[in-house]
């Protein structure tokens, strides 16, 4: 059985990459001078935000959780 923070990586996984792919696309695309290399650059753009996917999403899985050490006081009761 899988570990509930590489479940919760994997679910991340498709919107991190789409936040990093479309935030690359964009930066491409705007810029007019990069225009001659496009070819090249927005593969590039494509393949750094597949790389990057997963680091990311394991990274932010268990700060989505609530039951952990990040926030000790959360639930406390005074």
Do not use: C, H
Not at 27 to 36: A, D, N, Y
């Amino acid at each position: 059985m899988p570990r509930t923070r590489t479940l919760m990586a994997g679910m991340l996984s498709l919107p991190v990459n789409a936040i990093l792919f479309g935030s690359g696309a964009v930066t491409v695309l705007s810029i007019p001078q990069l225009q001659p290399y496009m070819e090249y650059i927005l593969p590039a753009a494509i393949v750094v935000a597949f790389v990057l996917t997963w680091p990311i999403a394991w990274t932010l899985a268990p700060r989505l959780r609530v039951r952990n050490d990040y926030y000790p006081n959360l639930f406390r009761k005074d």
